[in-house]
């Protein structure tokens, strides 16, 4: 069995910061790559950012510049620093692995950014 739980959501203020941590446990052989989408209320859940084992990254458009993932391979670990934030990145954001080369999903972490 496999888990990944998030952590690091919050509340904070437009132009603040968060950085949003995900970590897989559990009987792990392999995970390919590791990445972060997000919902916000009535919308369809989109993809924030990805990273691949060997390092390779990509992200939305929206994104780019004020995001940044990274992972930690010896602790199963991918990591999603956010900065600028806008109220338009209020969502709940969400881990999902490619672990032993099955999908894999947190439970979601809500981001609100609001003055």
């Known amino acids: 069995q496999v888990q990944l739980v998030e952590s690091g959501g919050g509340l904070v203020q437009p132009g603040g910061s968060l950085r949003l941590s995900c970590a897989a446990s559990?009987?792990?052989?392999?995970?390919?790559?590791m990445a972060w989408y997000r919902q916000a209320p009535g919308k369809q859940r989109e993809l924030v950012a990805a990273i691949t084992s060997g390092g390779r990254t990509n992200y939305a458009d929206s994104m780019k510049g004020r995001f940044t993932i990274s992972r930690d391979n010896a602790k199963n670990t991918a990591y999603l620093q956010m900065n600028s934030l806008k109220p338009e990145d209020t969502a709940a954001y969400y881990c999902?692995?490619?672990?032993?080369?099955?999908?894999?999903w947190g439970q979601g972490t809500q981001v609100t950014v609001s003055s």
């Open positions: 559990g009987s792990i052989f392999n995970i390919y790559a």
């Open positions: 999902k692995g490619v672990v032993n080369g099955a999908d894999y």
